[in-house]
Nanobody, 132 residues
Framework: QVRLVESGGDLVQPGGSLRLSCAVS????????IGWFRQAPGKEREGVSC????????YYEDAVKGRFTISRDIAKSTVYLQMNSLDPEDPAVYYC?????????????????????????WGRGTQVTVSS
């Protein structure tokens, strides 16, 4: 059984940092690329960052470039999203999703959400709140 479990969401002040984790089971990070997505109230779900199963290449949405870092620990079957300099535009439920295939372009993977693409597996999300 495949499971993706997000954790690390919390209430943080503007300018603060959080590290989200996506713990996966039932699949290998060598075979599945992982993306972080977020959805704020009243907004569409959007791709934040994606990391490739084949070479660890990454993609970042423009709004988070330079502030967020995606990484993976294959031995721990976990993908992380380090979020620094959080601002009032970042609060949302953050989800991770898995997509099979070793030759996927990470920009395409992250942007496919805009076409209502059906990723292979989703987690249930973790809430990030930014407030003073």
């Amino acid at each position: 059984q495949v499971r993706l479990v997000e954790s690390g969401g919390d209430l943080v002040q503007p300018g603060g940092s959080l590290r989200l984790s996506c713990a996966v089971s039932g699949l290998s990070l060598n075979e599945y690329s992982i993306g972080w997505f977020r959805q704020a109230p009243g907004k569409e779900r959007e791709g934040v960052s994606c990391i490739s199963s084949s070479d660890g290449s990454t993609y970042y949405e423009d709004a988070v470039k330079g502030r967020f870092t995606i990484s993976r620990d294959i031995a721990k079957s976990t993908v992380y999203l380090q979020m620094n300099s959080l601002d009032p535009e970042d609060p949302a439920v953050y989800y991770c999703a898995a997509e099979a295939g070793r030759d996927i372009n990470m920009k395409n993977m992250c942007l496919a959400i805009q076409r209502n693409y059906e990723y292979d597996f989703w987690g249930r999300g973790t809430q990030v709140t930014v407030s003073s």
